[in-house]
């Protein structure tokens, strides 16, 4: 029998070995590869059309977390004093913090948050580079 990978966009999406209808409609914008004698190529892998090669997929770094994860990564009294601050700032940085249900890492404005925290003396900048660094394993576990 024979064994295909449907390609899209470099990546291995569907596997396909003859029986019943494709398993995603093909179009121009599919690529098939017989790889009934190649069993290391699975779906989730990527493929190199020029060397007709099979590659593990790039890892992909998440980078969005929950208001409840940012919370977990800070101390009690960071939090207390970040959440009593009378610093316009810091209230309008906690207002849109509290009212978020998901937070990018990514987001420039989370960088410019981290700043803030920093500049106003609620966190050091090797806390702040700490959280950060708890944040992303948290958004990649």
């Not at 999406?13 to 290391?40: C, H, K, L, Y």
């Not at 939090?79 to 009593?84: G, K, P, R, S, V």
């Amino acid at each position: 029998m024979n064994r295909q990978l449907q390609i899209k966009n470099g990546l291995a999406q569907n596997e396909w070995s003859g029986g019943g209808g494709m398993p995603i409609p093909p179009d121009a914008t599919w690529t098939f590869v017989d790889v009934t004698d190649r069993p290391e190529a699975v779906v989730g892998m990527t493929y190199d059309s020029s060397t007709d090669t099979f590659s593990p997929a790039p890892v992909v770094v998440r980078t969005i977390v929950t208001p409840a994860q940012v919370v977990s990564v800070l101390t009690a009294a960071e939090w207390q004093i970040a959440t009593t601050s009378t610093d316009a700032d810091v209230v309008w940085a906690m207002a849109q913090f509290q009212l978020a249900t998901r937070i990018d890492l990514a987001d420039p404005q989370f960088a410019t948050l981290m700043a803030g925290l920093v500049s106003k003396g609620i966190v050091t900048a090797a806390r702040a580079a700490e959280i950060q660094s708890d944040l992303m394993a948290l958004a990649n576990a």
